[in-house]
Every structure is written in C-alpha cells, then in structure tokens.
C-alpha cells in the first residue's frame, strides 16, 4: 500500500513495551522507512501497575530510542502517579533528556490528586500530557481512565494539554463529554471498531482537535491511515490530522 496525498505523517502515539524493547524499535523504524512517517512520539509500557525500578527502565529505554534514532524518535516519560519518586523522575526525563511530553496509562485516574504536581509541571514546562482512556462494556480495567476524568482535570487545569488517547475506545459516547473543553484533543490510534468513528470525531470536535496515532506496534500503522483515506477531507484539513495538530500541541516535532 502507498500512502498518498500527504507530504508527512507524524505519529503521536506508539509504544516500546518491557521485555522486548528491541523486537519494538526494530518494528517501528521499519515501518517509518517504509511509508512517509517524520517523527513517532515513543513511551515505555509494561505492567499495570509498575514498581520505580519498572518506570526507571521504561524511561531509560524510551531515551536510548531516542539517542538511537534521533531525527525520527521523540520520548513521552511514563509514570505512575501512585509512586513518591515521579516528579523527580518527570523532570529528569524534560530537562535532562528532552523528552516531549507526559504518558499516564492505567496505575491511577487521571484526576486522582497525586497527578496534580505532574500537571502543574507539565503546565509549567508547556509540554502535552498524553492520557490513554478507554470506555468499555466488558473488561473495565480498576484504574483506567474515561472521558468523565479527563473533563474533570481539564476543568480543574484549563492551560493544561491533555491528549486524550483511542478516541476513548467508544467515541460516540466519550467525545461529548470532552467536546466542552478546548485543551483536550484526541487521538485516534488504535481505533479499529467502527467505521466513521473518525469522520464522527471531526465533525464534533472540529479537524484542529484530532491527531493522526497508530498504537504500533501492538496496532498496525495502516489502520490508522485507513481511517483517514476512508473519509473525504480537504487537503488543509488532511494535513492538520496527520502533521500540524501534532506539531502545534507537542514541542521538538
């Protein structure tokens, strides 16, 4: 398949997962070699609830990827908030190894209090916080945020920019209630469940809200581009899903 009618992509949502670090990189670059991808935004996962030990190697990890592919790799740094050591682990990924932004997955809500100084220092350091939420019937996980908590931090830290990740999983219900606040955006990676869950999250909350994310390499990165070839949009409106948002939201892009 060629990817066509785009000058570039940039990927803000990909992960390197513990315990196959390098099966992961070596997926990642392959695949931006071989379609026209300019930078892919990398985070360390592993198990829910990580140790500090756990998160220091996911981080670690992240910035050799970094140091590995420099023109193509940006680092977001993996925390979780329930751990005492994550602010000092926060600004060492920022300011000691530049990385580009905050990932919170499934340790903790994101509007627990203990992600208030995490907020506050990515505010304060004017870099994204990337959020995965998802909304599900079935399957739940205990600490696995939706669209009611990303609305609740962005009330309550209205400078703050909060990527919320999948498009919440069931975006026909999540996307309303994060529609009211315009410091949230949403990615679309890993959204492989219903056709127009795309086209549904333009026209609600406008093509300036909306990042191109494929989720590699646990998703394949032509899902992603699928979605955005299978709806009509203007080239303008093309090149801010795929390329602006993500240069304007995210810095080093």
Request: with cysteine.
């Amino acid at each position: 398949m060629v990817i066509k009618d785009t000058p570039l992509l940039i990927d803000c949502h990909a992960h390197i997962w513990d315990g196959r670090f390098e099966e992961d990189k070596q997926e990642i670059v392959a695949a931006c070699r071989r379609y026209p991808i300019e930078r892919v935004c990398v985070s360390g996962l592993g198990v829910y609830q990580p140790d500090q030990e756990e998160i220091e190697r996911l981080n670690l990890e992240t910035f050799r990827f970094m140091k590995e592919e420099p023109d193509l790799i940006r680092g977001f740094c993996t925390l979780n908030p329930t751990l005492a050591g994550s602010l000092t682990e926060l600004r060492t990924c920022i300011e000691d190894r530049a990385m580009s932004g905050l990932k919170l997955w499934v340790a903790t809500f994101c509007d627990d209090p203990l992600v208030n100084p995490l907020v506050e220092y990515c505010i304060r350091q004017d870099i994204p916080v990337l959020l995965h939420a998802w909304h599900k019937a079935i399957g739940q996980l205990p600490f696995e945020t939706r669209a009611v908590h990303i609305a609740s931090l962005a009330q309550r830290y209205p400078e703050a920019r909060l990527i919320m990740a999948h498009l919440s999983g069931n975006c026909q219900h999540e996307l309303k209630i994060i529609q009211p606040f315009d410091n949230v955006v949403t990615d679309f990676s890993g959204t492989i469940f219903r056709n127009g869950d795309l086209a549904y999250a333009i026209r609600l909350l406008g093509p300036e809200r909306v990042l191109f994310g494929s989720d590699m390499p646990g998703a394949n990165l032509l899902v992603s581009w699928g979605q955005v070839e299978d709806i009509d949009l203007s080239s303008q409106d093309k090149s801010l899903i795929c390329w602006g948002n993500a240069r304007r939201i995210i810095p080093g892009l």
